[in-house]
């Protein structure tokens, strides 16, 4: 069974870090594309960076270019978010999602087959 599970979330003062991670099971990560997105209160839920198969290559939304970096530590089935310099306008529930697509990842909802039950973030002081 597919599965993803997300961890790494908290409450953290603006301009700190967090790191999240999203473990997966029952599939072989390099067959997929990897996405995180995040869903605010009120807020439609956006994509926030992706890693397409094999981790050929990787984009971001404008909005966390150069704060946020997805990776994938060799041999592990876990794909990772480092946030740094967070914001308050990061805080959401933030999700990693699947999808078996050939070529570029997509940082669009549609197609991304298999999600996580999310982990919450906050930035605030």
């Known amino acids: 069974q597919l599965q993803l599970v997300e961890s790494g979330g908290g409450l953290v003062q603006p301009g700190g870090s967090l790191r999240l991670s999203c473990a997966v099971s029952?599939?072989?990560?390099?067959?997929?594309?990897i996405g995180w997105f995040r869903q605010a209160p009120g807020k439609e839920r956006e994509g926030v960076s992706c890693r397409s198969m094999r981790g050929l290559t990787s984009k971001y939304a404008d909005s966390v270019k150069g704060r946020f970096t997805i990776s994938r530590d060799n041999g592990e089935d876990t794909v990772y978010l480092q946030m740094d310099n967070l914001k308050p306008e990061d805080t959401a529930v933030y999700y990693c999602a699947a999808d078996a697509l050939w070529g570029p990842c997509k940082l669009g909802t549609n197609g991304y087959d298999y999600w996580g039950q999310g982990t919450q973030v906050t930035v605030s002081s």
């Open positions: 029952g599939f072989t990560l390099d067959a997929y594309a």
